[in-house]
């Protein structure tokens, strides 16, 4: 089936610092590529999503560019803050053909821990 | 506000009991789901609704069943919980199929004695 591979359990930075959490993916179709945080307490947040070979997502300084030939979809930002200190999640998604697609399928997720 | 909401934030309960869940959005959503985070932080689908109608019925145990009474609401039951059901439980909604922006609610933290 379907999966999603997060290399990085955790990350220690410094504010200022550059991030890249890894994600690679497999999947038999075309799927959508997710990237969500999560803070604690609460439920995860949508970031970006990219749904096409070459296609880069952004916010709030984060980004990511589908690859399908590596089938990455890495997640970057130039420098962090304390504030971003939070659970990172890499999801994927299918067409949704027959209803197979109304669901995600997550990463084991990325605690990023930034230092001030 | 809109927002997806759940209740209890809370609840801890006994081996055997059963307990239920409850997720209303109020985002005019279509299409309603709920995940389990375990204690490492996973996360993984259970069920999808579109529209009232099952879509998705991941592998779970037959002592989980969703409920939906309108595409704005969303119960879980448990009957008989186990201590390997003691998670987060997060209710979630998105317009559409597929590559739609799931919404998420703060999730209700069930702990099994």
């Known amino acids: 089936g379907d999966s999603v591979t997060q290399t990085e359990g955790q990350v220690a930075l410094s504010e200022e610092d550059f991030l890249t959490i890894h994600c690679n993916y497999s999947a038999s179709g075309y799927p959508a590529l997710f990237w969500y945080v999560q803070y604690p307490g609460e439920g995860p947040q949508f970031l970006f999503r990219a749904s096409r070979d070459k296609e880069k997502g952004s916010s709030r300084g984060f980004e990511a560019t589908y690859n399908k030939e590596a089938t990455s979809f890495h997640l970057q930002k130039a420098s962090v803050q304390e504030s971003d200190s939070a659970v990172y999640y890499c999801a994927l998604s299918d067409r949704g053909y027959g209803g197979s697609g109304n669901k995600l399928i997550f990463g084991t997720g990325t605690l990023l821990s930034v230092k001030p | 506000e809109t927002a997806v909401f759940q209740t209890p934030n809370y609840h801890v309960t006994q081996v055997g009991n059963e307990v239920s869940f409850n997720c209303k959005q109020t985002?005019?959503?279509?299409?309603m789901y709920w995940y389990k985070q375990d204690s490492k932080k996973l996360l993984k689908i259970m069920f999808s609704?579109?529209?009232?109608?099952?879509?998705v019925n991941e592998t779970v145990p037959r002592r989980f069943s969703p409920q939906s009474s309108d595409k704005a609401h969303l119960n879980l039951r448990i009957k008989s919980v186990e201590p390997e059901d003691s998670a987060v439980y997060l209710c979630?909604?998105?317009?559409?199929?597929?590559?739609?922006?799931?919404?998420f609610g703060p999730g209700t933290r069930l702990t099994v004695l």
């Open positions: 985002l005019g959503h279509d299409t």
């Open positions: 979630a909604s998105s317009y559409g199929a597929g590559y739609a922006e799931q919404f």
């Open positions: 609704y579109n529209n009232k109608q099952l879509i």
